[in-house]
């Protein structure tokens, strides 16, 4: 008996230790948010309810977090600029109309600002931002409007003028439409190549930006910065909440993990439960 309680308190003892080391691993990470929709019609498994997305941001200004931009992120990094006492970002990709319609009046109200990555050739379509709520969005001085590509193809199928037309392509249909720099490009379900970051860096995108559950930080590359993505659920959704974005360092990894096995091992990877 005496050697078992010894074997657990050991186990105990190497997990705790363990999971020490992931916190103070990504002490100075910074949590990126990502959201894709937020609406009551929609019963999409990205799509959150209207007032889960306002209890979330009452949740972010309770708890002290400050809300900066990517060139905020990128300005401390290369520059040195100070940031604030928990910074985080907030992300939405695809560029949905719910995002004029929905998520800037809480954004307005809790004085907060988000990044929207928008498929360019999307805008204007059915259930999608126009370019004039776009305009207004970015001049509303609550949103800044950045890359999602053009027309939202896997960039790890794309090569030479595809992949370059793909991207450079959104950069210019933005700074068109809104006359302003775009500065940012995520890419379409978080996948990508060598030759995309490398696109990415020649047409002057300053950062990419990935999902990954974990931390973003400066090292070791700013074309690949970790998003923790933000979904639905039909309970329990402000306690999922906060558990995945307090628990970032532990996630991460265990999504790396069932990541490596879904390939070769579905049923496996199924079992590993993230919340």
């Given at each position: ?53 306002d ?8 708890s ?14 290369e ?13 939405f ?5 719910d ?5 800037f ?20 379509s ?24 053009m ?33 940012f ?24 930006f ?6 973003a ?18 309970s329990?959704?402000l ?8 628990g ?12 490596d ?14 919340p």
């Amino acid at each position: 008996m005496k050697k078992f309680l010894l074997t657990v308190t050991v186990l105990l003892l190497a997990t705790a230790g363990f999971i020490l080391w992931l916190f103070q691993r990504d002490a100075d990470g910074v949590p990126i948010l990502n959201y894709h929709r937020v609406s009551d019609t929609d019963d999409n498994p990205a799509t959150l309810k209207v007032a889960d997305f306002d209890a979330q941001m009452k949740y972010l200004v309770d708890s002290g977090y400050k809300v900066i931009s990517p060139d905020d992120l990128l300005d401390a990094w290369e520059n040195g600029k100070p940031l604030p006492e928990k910074p985080i970002v907030l992300t939405f990709d695809d560029g949905h109309a719910d995002i004029y319609n929905n998520v800037f009046p809480i954004l307005q109200k809790y004085n907060m600002r988000a990044t929207v990555f928008v498929v360019t050739d999307h805008m204007g379509s059915a259930d999608y931002l126009t370019w004039d709520m776009a305009r207004a969005l970015q001049n509303g001085g609550f949103v800044d409007i950045e890359s999602h590509t053009m027309s939202y193809k896997d960039l790890t199928t794309l090569r030479g003028d595809k992949l370059w037309n793909e991207i450079y392509g959104s950069k210019q249909a933005i700074e068109w439409a809104l006359k302003k720099p775009a500065k940012f490009i995520a890419y379409p379900h978080g996948k990508y190549t060598v030759d995309a970051e490398d696109t990415s860096k020649e047409v002057h995108f300053r950062a990419g930006f990935i999902e990954d559950y974990g931390l973003a930080k400066s090292e070791p590359n700013r074309f690949i910065l970790t998003r923790i993505p933000v979904v639905g659920s039909n309970s329990h959704t402000l306690l999922r909440f906060k558990i995945r974005l307090n628990g970032s360092p532990i996630f991460a990894p265990i999504n790396r993990f069932k990541n490596d096995i879904a390939e070769g091992n579905p049923e496996v990877a199924d079992l590993i439960f993230i919340p």
